[in-house]
């Protein structure tokens, strides 16, 4: 398997406009996270799934983010309108479940909101 | 609540001295515990765990002991190298089948040659 795999790498763009950030999971795996690293706040967990349901959003910033599952495979995370403060790396990881909570990340996508 | 804090970095070493990072955890219950590590551009990589007290994680020369009467998890190696530079973080997560890591907010380490 090729790993978590997440795009884009780098991404840049205006104060205001739309940003979606993608991902795919190691297949199999039934666990889905989103993670925001920053250097004044660290890592953060912003939602995670299960079986393609949200579990717990309970670390999404506000509003302006929302995340998205449609299928195993795919995840989305979105920000709407974005804001210079939404500048961090995201990553997103996927872990297998079933006792084992080895999580396998994903090498980020760098945003810079200008 | 739950929570872990790592001691601050950043931490400057030679190669093969001695290194220890401080992990100490807060926790309603007995957790797993993790250390991660994020080599520059990349994401995290499981570096080794402990699913119960005085368990012992280890892998590629590191090793930490999960000590409950001191709820810590603190990070060794007995000579680094300078492929070792990255950053560390130590994690818990709870129960089986639990997925949800809680990280502490990471040690940097650079080793000189």
């Known amino acids: 398997d090729a790993g978590v795999i997440q795009s884009p790498r780098h991404e840049v763009t205006e104060m205001g406009q739309e940003v979606t950030l993608r991902c795919k999971p190691i297949?199999?795996?039934?666990?889905l996270f989103w993670y925001r690293q920053t250097m004044m706040r660290g890592l953060e967990l912003l939602i995670y799934f299960n079986n393609n349901v949200p579990i717990d959003d309970s670390g999404m910033p506000e509003d302006r983010f929302s995340a998205k599952m449609p299928n195993a495979s795919f995840s989305t995370l979105k920000i709407q309108p974005s804001e210079p403060r939404d500048s961090a790396v995201y990553f997103c990881?996927?872990?297998?479940?079933?006792?084992?909570?080895?999580?396998?990340f994903g090498q980020g996508t760098r945003l810079t909101v200008v | 609540g739950n929570s872990v804090t790592q001691m601050e970095g950043p931490v400057t070493l030679s190669e093969e001295a001695f290194l220890t990072i401080n992990c100490t955890y807060t926790a309603t219950g007995y957790p797993s515990l993790f250390w991660y590590v994020q080599y520059p551009g990349e994401g995290l990589q499981l570096l080794l765990k402990?699913?119960?007290?005085?368990d012992k994680g280890s892998n590629k020369g590191f090793e930490a002991t999960y000590r409950k009467e001191t709820t810590s998890f603190h990070l060794e190696k007995g000579s680094v190298q300078v492929s070792d530079s990255a950053v560390y973080f130590c994690?818990?997560?709870f129960g089986q089948g639990a997925q949800k890591l809680v990280f502490g907010q990471g040690t940097r380490l650079t080793i000189n040659p």
């Open positions: 402990a699913t119960k007290a005085d």
């Open positions: 297949s199999g795996h039934d666990y």
């Open positions: 990881a996927s872990s297998q479940g079933g006792g084992s909570t080895e999580a396998f």
């Open positions: 994690a818990l997560a």
